[in-house]
């Protein structure tokens, strides 16, 4: 079965400051799609970046950067130029390529790192 | 356009009672998906609807969640005889379906304490 390990619960960056957020996987398969999502107290889970495994360039939109490293099982965020509104918990996830029998991608969820943005 | 919607946004009850929370997904999306997200921890996969069908009911963790979905939209997710391990928030999200590059889009979720 996939896991998602997000290993740093919380992480303070100082506004402008580049920050970076960890996150590693396990799986067995060789195509899938790993996600940065970023909830808000308002609770909507926006995302952020999506990363095709079979694609060996990182993924990028804006402020924000993925540094992927597929033999590393490795998928970290890179938030640059840091603003006060990207304080929010922080979740990275797996979907595999492949649909289950039933018919749907399963998503695997690490358990969120929370960013403060320090004015 | 729209995105995904939820109510109530805001849930207390008493343990025992039966609660029904409600999701209307983004028009036109097929698939549409229920997590629970407890204190502390990543979102829990509850079920998955195609359509108006729940092929994939694995998540839900007893015989007191039941969830429907009508008319290929609006889905509820029925707890019944509420315990305060349910105190969770539940989120909801859909997705177009059968696209290559499928991406779930989240409601703002339902946050359920049971006293």
């Known amino acids: 079965a996939q896991t998602v390990t997000q290993s740093q619960p919380e992480m303070s960056v100082q506004e402008a400051e580049t920050v970076t957020l960890s996150c590693t996987y396990d799986?067995?398969?060789?195509?899938?799609?790993l996600f940065w999502y970023k909830q808000p107290p308002s609770r909507q889970m926006i995302l952020v970046i999506r990363?095709?495994?079979?694609?060996?360039q990182n993924a990028t939109e804006n402020r924000f950067s993925v540094n992927f490293q597929k033999a590393a099982k490795s998928f970290s965020l890179k938030i640059s130029d840091s603003q006060l509104g990207d304080a929010a918990m922080y979740f990275c996830?797996?979907?595999?390529?492949?649909?289950?029998?039933?018919?749907?991608?399963?998503?695997?969820f690490g358990t969120g790192t929370r960013l403060k943005v320090l004015a | 356009g729209a995105g995904v919607s939820q109510s109530p946004s805001n849930k207390v009850t008493e343990k025992g009672k039966d609660v029904e929370l409600r999701c209307d997904p983004i028009?036109?999306?097929?698939?549409l998906y229920w997590y629970r997200q407890s204190l502390g921890q990543g979102l829990e996969f509850l079920i998955y609807?195609?359509?108006?069908?729940?092929?994939?009911k694995s998540g839900l963790p007893s015989d007191r969640f039941s969830a429907e979905r009508t008319g290929g939209s609006v889905s509820t997710l029925t707890i019944q005889r509420t315990q305060q391990e349910d105190s969770a928030v539940y989120l909801c999200?859909?997705?177009?379906?059968?696209?290559?590059?499928?991406?779930?889009?989240f409601g703002p979720g339902t946050r359920l304490l049971v006293l």
């Open positions: 999200a859909s997705s177009p379906e059968l696209a290559t590059q499928e991406t779930q889009y």
């Open positions: 799986t067995s398969e060789s195509d899938y799609y």
């Open positions: 990363q095709e495994a079979y694609k060996q």
């Open positions: 996830a797996y979907r595999s390529a492949i649909r289950w029998p039933s018919g749907t991608y399963k998503y695997i």
């Open positions: 028009s036109g999306h097929t698939a």
């Open positions: 609807f195609q359509g108006n069908s729940a092929p994939d």
